[in-house]
């Protein structure tokens, strides 16, 4: 007997699927109110959608999920996310402990861009875009705060006293001491 009026079935929903509000993706059928993201649900079409083992996703969940970790994959230019995905489920990675090496022969990055030279404060390579010299030294640009109080320095409102940097005001008393 011939199927009149009927559909194929939502694979999200499990309801009939009329021609008039299907969408296809990957052999199945959707209603286009079900044709949603698995994670934030929000409404998918051909240019945002991703498949993962007959899952649907959002490219950016999918990202989240799936995608590559670490610096330089955000989300389009000069973005920095700090969403590591907890909410899809993901673990976050432990911390890797930062170990200053002792190479003598930097990378020839580093002969270009800077990055040689090590910051007074935290000892991590400086880099010339972020460089600031004082007391003789290299320090970040967050790093280049007084020793006593942490208020942020500029090259003309600091003082120095034994190769460490102050303000003006904390260098007067550590100068008297």
């Known amino acids: 007997m011939p199927n009149w009026g009927g559909g194929n079935k939502c694979t999200a929903c499990r309801g009939t699927v009329y021609h008039a509000e299907e969408v296809q993706c990957d052999g199945k059928s959707f209603h286009k109110c079900c044709f949603l993201c698995m994670v934030c649900r929000k409404g998918l079409d051909s240019t945002t959608l991703a498949i993962h083992d007959q899952e649907i996703y959002c490219k950016s969940c999918y990202g989240k999920k799936y995608g590559p970790k670490g610096y330089g994959y955000g ?60 007391a003789g030294k290299p320090w970040h640009k967050n790093c280049f705060r007084c020793a006593k109080c942490g208020k942020s320095l500029e090259s003309t409102t600091q003082t120095e006293k034994d190769g460490e940097i102050y303000c003006k005001g904390a260098g007067a008393l550590v100068h008297a001491q």
């Not at 700090?82 to 402990?97: C, F, H, N, V, Y």
């Open 75 to 134: 989300q389009g230019a000069g973005t920095l996310n700090m969403d590591r995905g907890e909410r899809l489920g993901i673990k976050p990675e432990q911390a890797q402990t930062h170990r200053p090496t002792s190479n003598s022969n930097p990378s020839k990055f580093a002969q270009k861009f800077g990055g040689s030279e090590k910051c007074a404060r935290c000892g991590d390579s400086v880099y010339a875009a972020e460089k600031i010299m004082g």
